[in-house]
């Protein structure tokens, strides 16, 4: 065990004994969980929606590289990275979906920068949506927010530099790697950054994938109100909107193990101040977790029949210029 999982560890044990310690009062023993099962079916459906979306979004990415690749196939790579993204750290679902995609192009960069794409892109969407909801946020009045604010525009402004002008931050590591010569990984830097310019060139592409990059947020944000509906809370979707983002975003800072605690300490800081009781809001983190890791079962069903039959995941081919 490294130190950086001890440290992590430790920061999810004291989340969950503050968290512990914040419902003691109220008897978790006694909650009566009641399920929707019609709500449960259209979580399901969402999920199916939010799948294709972010899929096509893939397709579209690596379609501009000149490489043609079936749609139910990035699905199915789509799916089991989903399912590892879950419950390992989040980079080992996307060093997977690079993986399964080079392995058939034999172009690494290219399988990296189209993954590495589908990330920034959705970072930027998922920075769109809290910079939109931050004012409504500390009007209900989580001061808070303010204190993160400058961060949060910080790195939206750093994602929007970045994508929107690859050439001139390629041309700085290039600098950089040649004042530096010993820090090697500038060069590749240098490399992936100029490979990235492809993407960016054409605005009409960017701001396509884009908006399918905040389609699939906003779906997950629906999903996460359909889950709220199944256990029979009754919010107004407005708050789902509105916190959705926040807590998405503050689950990824990777300080804990995979979230665990900072993922429940978000939802009773922002739900309990708009009709939930911590008990009630912890539930509805457990249980969106819980459905999450459902819905991206049928990632672990590919994976482990891609391995028993040791058939390719995808057949991809290239396009005539």
Same mark, same amino acid.
């Given at each position: 065990m ?6 992590k560890?430790?920061?999810s044990?004291?989340?969950i004994l ?7 009062g109220?008897s $978790?023993?006694n =909650?009566?969980?009641k399920?929707?099962?019609? =709500?449960?079916?259209?979580v399901?459906?969402?999920?199916l ?9 893939w397709?579209l990415?690596? +379609? ?6 079936g ?6 790579v =789509? ?11 989040i980079?080992?679902?996307?060093s997977?979906r690079?993986? +399964? ?5 034999q172009e ?5 920068g189209?993954?590495l794409w589908?990330?920034l892109?959705?970072?930027l969407?998922? #920075?769109?949506?809290?910079l939109?909801?931050l004012?409504?946020?500390?009007a209900?009045?989580?001061?808070f927010?303010?204190?993160v ?6 790195v939206f $402004?750093l ?14 590591i ?9 820090l090697?990984f500038l060069?590749?830097?240098e490399?992936f950054?100029? +490979? #990235?310019?492809?993407? /960016?060139?054409n605005?009409?592409? %960017? ?9 699939d947020h ?6 996460c109100?359909?889950? /709220?509906?199944?256990i029979? %809370?009754?919010?107004? %979707? %407005?708050y789902f ?14 300080i ?5 605690g ?7 800081i922002?739900f309990t101040?708009?009709g939930?009781? /911590? ?7 457990i249980?969106? =977790? ?5 819905t ?5 069903y590919?994976?482990?029949a891609?391995t028993?039959s ?7 081919k290239y396009?005539?210029?």
């Amino acid at each position: 065990m490294t130190k950086k999982t001890v440290l992590k560890a430790v920061v999810s044990i004291t989340a969950i004994l503050i968290i512990v310690k914040t419902i003691s009062g109220e008897s $978790i023993t006694n =909650y009566n969980l009641k399920l929707s099962f019609s =709500y449960l079916a259209s979580v399901f459906l969402v999920s199916l929606v939010n799948m294709g979306i972010i899929t096509y979004k893939w397709q579209l990415i690596i +379609h501009s590289n000149k490489v043609a690749i079936g749609f139910f196939n990035l699905v199915k790579v =789509y799916y089991i990275s989903n399912f590892f993204a879950q419950v390992t750290p989040i980079i080992v679902g996307d060093s997977m979906r690079a993986y +399964h995609l080079s392995k058939y192009t034999q172009e690494k960069m290219n399988s990296i920068g189209s993954v590495l794409w589908v990330r920034l892109t959705g970072f930027l969407a998922q #920075m769109i949506l809290i910079l939109i909801s931050l004012p409504f946020v500390v009007a209900l009045g989580y001061k808070f927010i303010l204190t993160v604010a400058f961060l949060i525009v910080s790195v939206f $402004i750093l994602l929007a530099i970045i994508i929107m002008n690859p050439s001139e931050v390629a041309s700085l590591i290039l600098k950089l790697s040649r004042l530096h010569k010993k820090l090697h990984f500038l060069h590749y830097l240098e490399k992936f950054s100029v +490979h #990235m310019m492809e993407y /960016s060139r054409n605005k009409k592409f %960017f701001f396509i994938v884009l908006l399918l990059s905040i389609l699939d947020h906003l779906t997950r944000i629906v999903a996460c109100y359909l889950i /709220s509906l199944s256990i029979g %809370f009754n919010l107004n %979707f %407005f708050y789902f909107l509105i916190f959705t983002p926040i807590a998405m975003m503050v689950q990824m800072v990777p300080i804990s193990l995979g979230g665990t605690g900072i993922r429940e300490g978000t939802y009773m800081i922002l739900f309990t101040k708009v009709g939930l009781s /911590s008990v009630e809001a912890l539930v509805l983190s457990i249980f969106t =977790y819980i459905m999450t890791i459902i819905t991206t079962l049928p990632g672990l069903y590919f994976f482990l029949a891609g391995t028993k039959s040791g058939s390719k995941i995808a057949e991809i081919k290239y396009q005539s210029d």
